[in-house]
């Protein structure tokens, strides 16, 4: 039971993202991913220190190769960031939430194209199925909804590298954000060189925007935490029907919180993809039932 609450508050603290974003609406995206990144960095390894859990340190940095990969899930990760913080503050939560959506599946292409991976015929019919979503929506939309699959494209991809390194979630964060700290601070005291370079941070900002920025640190770490802690104590299978909470909640408050606008012919594209998300999931309790199934047997 406390598995099932960890991941389920971490997916919910994910979804309820764009409420802190608007918060931020009158600070420029690129400047609030720096400052996320920077926050974060300091966040996260305030916590490592505190947890004693340091050790890995000196292997990792005597891996050039694996910090490399790093470096790349890094740019990755704080492209991602850029977009999404610049979809929730242009009006486009709702095709923002479609990404997240829509990235399940691209890890089932990403594990076929570059891990060699078999997807089972269910997993095929649900791909097929998104595919016919997406090109519903391009039609509808007079274009590619590109948020959408930018989102889906670079956090996919994000995933499979983190997929292939062997640090945990907050040990790769860390690594992650000491990585862009350092060029977050630059391009920080460079913007604000007017206003007195590195004191001049926050300047021109009232104290409630100062205050979400620096928020940003814990916001992104605790998901993480409450994630991996959940992961250890449950299922894969009940995880990746969590998964699911996060975009959900995006997609309502993009509807309800910010009054975006759906047609009806808009949600058919969200019908489909939905519809190929169930078939996943299906296909995901199928197959672990076949498994337990079978080692019962053996």
């Given at each position: 039971?406390?598995?099932?609450?960890?991941?389920?508050?971490?997916?919910?603290?994910?979804?309820?993202?764009?409420?802190?974003?608007?918060?931020?609406?009158?600070?420029?995206?690129?400047?609030?991913?720096?400052?996320?990144?920077?926050?974060?960095?300091?966040?996260?390894?305030?916590?490592?220190?505190?947890?004693?859990?340091?050790?890995?340190?000196?292997?990792?940095?005597?891996?050039?190769?694996?910090?490399?990969?790093?470096?790349?899930?890094?740019?990755?990760l704080s492209g991602?960031?850029?977009?999404?913080v610049w979809a929730?503050?242009?009006?486009?939560?709702?095709?923002?939430?479609?990404?997240?959506?829509?990235?399940?599946?691209?890890?089932?292409?990403?594990?076929?194209?570059?891990?060699?991976?078999?997807?089972?015929?269910?997993?095929?019919?649900?791909?097929?199925?998104?595919?016919?979503?997406?090109?519903?929506?391009?039609?509808?939309?007079?274009?590619?909804?590109?948020?959408?699959?930018?989102?889906?494209?670079?956090?996919?991809?994000?995933?499979?590298?983190?997929?292939?390194?062997?640090?945990?979630?907050?040990?790769?964060?860390?690594?992650?954000?000491?990585?862009?700290?350092?060029?977050?601070?630059?391009?920080?005291?460079?913007?604000?060189?007017?206003?007195?370079?590195?004191?001049?941070?926050?300047?021109g900002m009232d104290?409630?925007?100062?205050?979400?920025?620096?928020?940003?640190?814990?916001?992104?770490?605790?998901?993480?935490?409450?994630?991996?802690?959940?992961?250890?104590?449950?299922?894969?299978?009940?995880?990746?029907?969590?998964?699911?909470?996060?975009?959900?909640?995006?997609?309502?408050?993009?509807?309800?919180?910010?009054?975006?606008?759906?047609?009806?012919?808009?949600?058919?594209?969200?019908?489909?993809?939905?519809?190929?998300?169930?078939?996943?999931?299906?296909?995901?309790?199928?197959?672990?039932?076949?498994?337990?199934?079978?080692?019962?047997?053996?």
């Amino acid at each position: 039971m406390p598995g099932l609450l960890y991941a389920a508050l971490a997916y919910v603290l994910w979804g309820l993202f764009p409420i802190y974003f608007h918060a931020l609406a009158r600070v420029d995206a690129f400047e609030i991913v720096l400052h996320r990144s920077l926050w974060s960095f300091v966040f996260v390894w305030a916590v490592l220190l505190a947890m004693r859990r340091l050790q890995w340190v000196g292997g990792v940095v005597r891996q050039p190769r694996l910090l490399a990969q790093f470096s790349l899930s890094a740019l990755l990760l704080s492209g991602n960031w850029l977009l999404y913080v610049w979809a929730v503050n242009h009006g486009h939560v709702v095709e923002a939430s479609l990404g997240y959506f829509v990235t399940p599946l691209v890890n089932v292409l990403l594990g076929t194209w570059v891990l060699a991976e078999r997807p089972r015929r269910l997993q095929w019919v649900a791909v097929a199925v998104a595919a016919c979503g997406v090109a519903w929506l391009t039609a509808t939309l007079g274009r590619p909804p590109w948020i959408a699959l930018g989102l889906a494209a670079s956090f996919g991809t994000y995933g499979l590298l983190r997929k292939t390194a062997p640090l945990g979630a907050l040990e790769g964060l860390a690594v992650e954000t000491a990585v862009i700290a350092p060029l977050a601070l630059v391009a920080l005291a460079w913007m604000s060189a007017p206003h007195g370079g590195l004191p001049g941070l926050f300047a021109g900002m009232d104290s409630a925007t100062v205050g979400w920025l620096l928020f940003a640190g814990p916001l992104t770490a605790i998901p993480l935490l409450l994630f991996a802690a959940g992961a250890r104590r449950i299922t894969l299978a009940t995880l990746g029907t969590l998964q699911y909470l996060s975009p959900t909640l995006q997609f309502l408050l993009g509807v309800t919180w910010f009054g975006e606008p759906l047609q009806g012919t808009r949600l058919v594209g969200f019908v489909l993809i939905w519809l190929a998300l169930a078939v996943y999931s299906a296909d995901g309790f199928l197959w672990l039932r076949r498994l337990r199934a079978a080692s019962t047997a053996a």
